[in-house]
């Protein structure tokens, strides 16, 4: 990898996401320019994926996992409370609609298909058991902290009062940062990769110049991911509308949009027998996802004074509850096989039919 030139798409991919943005900026988010957005937004996050592949790469491992999921987390962030400030009372649910998506879609989507993946081509697979409990741990605590107390405070409906949330925000990223230093310093060890078959462990690691350039076009891709998924928004709301599903399916599709470079990294990191990496991406991004985005999120909620509801219905505290469990035990021992891929799939499934069919 180290002497082999960049691809042009490389490049390419990301101009013309910017491109798509410039030209609905001037003639207008019409229907064949948001199509067009939707193929370019596809596209880039491949492009995305093949820059943080790069920089991970040179960092080695964790701190190649990091690189991802920190730089999605963000920039997901950024894209909620966008949405938000652009109408802060019709959207007083979508940040915890979307965290609660990216959970199940991490847990149950992400997670089950690398399982399932990785299950079948090489029957089992190992990582370390110490990682993935000290994730499993903190994302008991953080998702019940943010999405389950809520419900059972003196404050009227789902949501905290502002104390309340600002002791919740402040807590969730306590959580997060302690995460990142037990992966990165204190216990790094727990989250190298235990499998090194893939040809990138026995091959050079890119030049500095080539780091430094991925690293600057991961940016402009991230960007012009989440420009082209503000963009798409409000066909998506209205597509929803119009088929008459719950608007908590925004949520999820956003989720989805932001999640995928993520995904794809993840799977063909368990494509090349590297779950560990897997897990890493995969835990990391929905930690990252809670202990950054809520914190803004409350700020956000504070500055402008709207609240923000957080707390989950029955249904998905239940199905929250299920995940959480689930990922216990799958992820209890340190190898994994084919069965828990397909009960994290099922449990997916689950959830994606009762968002649409509540």
């Known amino acids: 990898m180290a002497d082999a030139r960049m691809p042009w798409w490389a490049w390419v991919w ?58 999605v987390t963000v920039i997901e962030a950024a894209l909620i409370v966008s949405v938000m400030l652009a109408d802060p009372a019709g959207n007083a649910a979508l940040a915890r609609d979307t965290v609660f998506s990216a959970v199940m879609i991490v847990c149950n989507g992400i997670v089950g298909a690398c399982l399932l993946l990785g299950g079948a081509r090489y029957h089992e697979q190992h990582f370390h058991l110490q990682g993935a409990t000290a994730a499993l741990a903190v994302l008991t605590v953080i998702t019940g902290l943010t999405m389950v107390l809520p419900n059972v405070t003196n404050t ?67 960007v012009a991911i989440v420009g082209l998924a503000k963009m798409l928004t409000p066909a998506i709301e209205a597509g929803i509308e119009h088929l008459g599903v719950p608007r908590a399916v925004v949520g999820i599709v956003i989720a989805a949009l932001v999640l995928l470079p993520e995904g794809l990294a993840a799977v063909r990191a368990a494509h090349a027998d590297r779950l560990q990496t897997s897990l890493n991406l995969a835990l990391g991004s929905v930690l990252a996802t809670i202990g950054l985005t809520i914190p803004a999120v409350a700020a956000v909620s504070i500055a402008i004074d709207q609240p923000i509801q957080l707390g989950l219905d029955p249904k998905g505290v239940t199905l929250l509850a299920l995940t959480l469990l689930l990922s216990v035990i799958t992820l209890g021992t340190s190898r994994t096989t084919v069965l828990q891929g397909i009960v994290h799939l099922v449990l997916f499934a689950d959830f994606l039919f009762f968002a649409i069919v509540p």
């Open 14 to 71: 990301p101009a013309s996401g910017w491109l798509v943005l410039l030209i609905a900026a001037v003639a207008g988010k019409s229907a064949p320019v948001v199509a067009l957005g939707g193929v370019t937004l596809l596209v880039t996050v491949f492009t995305a994926v093949y820059h943080a592949e790069v920089i991970a790469h040179r960092v080695g491992e964790p701190f190649g996992t990091l690189v991802l999921a920190l730089a």
């Open 156 to 222: 009227p409906g789902p949501q905290f009062s502002t104390p309340q949330l600002i002791f919740a925000a402040v807590i969730s990223l306590a959580l997060y940062c302690s995460y990142i230093f037990v992966q990165a310093v204190r216990h790094r060890d727990y989250f190298l990769p235990v499998s090194t078959k893939d040809e990138d462990a026995h091959s050079a690691p890119p030049s500095a110049k080539a780091t430094f350039l991925s690293v600057f076009l991961l940016l402009v891709s991230l």
